[in-house]
């Protein structure tokens, strides 16, 4: 289970934090990240994972804006958010992808950047 907190109303220019915390039983050898959809969107577009052992990716959109932590011992996942802009406004999913490619989500929390 992923259970997502953070998100909200903020002005462009604006930060926010989007936080995740995994519970239940899973592997350690995950990947956990963000991703979103946008409104009236079909698909989820990659924002940013972290792997267990600290390698990251990130979308080309927001690499020099979103920072991506995760502590392993509590299982959380972090996203800083800076400088949003109106493009960012999303419902933001957690993802853990465990070693065998399986995927759980979240229950997505929404981002609005008002311009």
């Known amino acids: 289970q992923l259970d997502e907190s953070g998100g909200g109303l903020v002005q462009t220019g604006g930060s926010l934090r989007l936080s995740c915390v995994a519970s239940g039983m899973m592997y350690s050898r995950n990947i956990m990240g963000w991703y979103r959809q946008a409104p009236g969107g079909n698909q989820r577009e990659l924002v940013a994972?972290?792997?267990?052992?600290?390698?990251?990716q990130y979308a080309d959109a927001v690499k020099d804006r979103l920072t991506i932590s995760r502590d392993n011992p509590k299982h959380t996942v972090t996203l800083e958010m800076n400088n949003l802009k109106p493009e960012d406004t999303a419902t933001y999913y957690c993802?853990?992808?465990?070693?065998?490619?399986?995927?759980?989500w979240g229950q997505g929390t929404q981002v609005t950047v008002s311009s």
């Open positions: 994972t972290m792997s267990h052992s600290g390698i990251t």
């Open positions: 993802n853990l992808r465990d070693p065998w490619d399986r995927n759980s």
